[in-house]
Every structure is written in C-alpha cells, then in structure tokens.
C-alpha cells in the first residue's frame, strides 16, 4: 500500500508540475490583443483557463491528500524517533 501511494504522489507531482507551467500568465490577454498566440489556443482563450484551473486545483488536493497519507502510514510503520540511533554526547565530569 505504501509503494502504490509513493507511486501515486510521484505521478501527481509531475503532472502538478506540468499544469503549472502551461499555464498563461496574468497579462496573456494583453498579448494575444496585439497578435500574440495566447487566444489561438485548442480551448479558446477563455475555456484553457478554465480547464487548466480546475486540473490545478484537483491534482493540488490530490498531492495534499497523498502528503497526508504517507506522512500518517510512516508514523505509524516506525515507533522509533530520528535521533534514536545517535550515541549519546554527554560525557562523565572530570576528577581533578
């Protein structure tokens, strides 16, 4: 069950990171009124935002849900702390 859900948050990492960059930016609209391509897109200038918004917000949850789960599944496989295997660094007083 672990593997699957590691597996799963990869692939969600990745495609998040795509989405993210296909994304246009705030001034796109300001372009595309001077010719620039940002309105012949295979969505429409309105509709890519929309879908590219949606999958953003969908694969985000998915990514914190995952984050989630592999954080509890963890705690709970190791009962032990991330300084357990250190030596101690306290050393006896010294006689003189």
């Given at each position: 069950?672990?593997?699957?859900?590691?597996?799963?948050?990869?692939?969600?990492?990745?495609?998040?990171?795509?989405?993210?960059?296909?994304?246009?930016?705030?001034?796109?609209?300001?372009?595309?009124?001077?010719?620039g391509?940002?309105?012949?897109?295979?969505?429409?200038?309105?509709?890519?935002?929309?879908?590219?918004?949606?999958?953003?917000?969908?694969?985000?949850?998915?990514?914190?849900?995952?984050?989630?789960?592999?954080?509890?599944?963890?705690?709970?496989?190791s009962?032990?702390?991330?300084?357990?295997?250190?030596?101690?660094?306290?050393?006896?007083?010294?006689?003189?």
């Amino acid at each position: 069950m672990l593997t699957l859900l590691v597996v799963v948050h990869v692939l969600v990492c990745l495609f998040l990171i795509g989405v993210v960059l296909l994304q246009q930016g705030k001034n796109a609209d300001a372009a595309a009124a001077f010719g620039g391509q940002g309105s012949q897109t295979a969505f429409g200038p309105r509709g890519a935002a929309n879908a590219l918004t949606r999958l953003t917000t969908w694969s985000a949850i998915i990514f914190m849900l995952t984050s989630i789960g592999l954080t509890i599944m963890l705690s709970r496989s190791s009962n032990h702390s991330v300084l357990g295997g250190t030596p101690s660094s306290q050393s006896s007083p010294a006689k003189k």
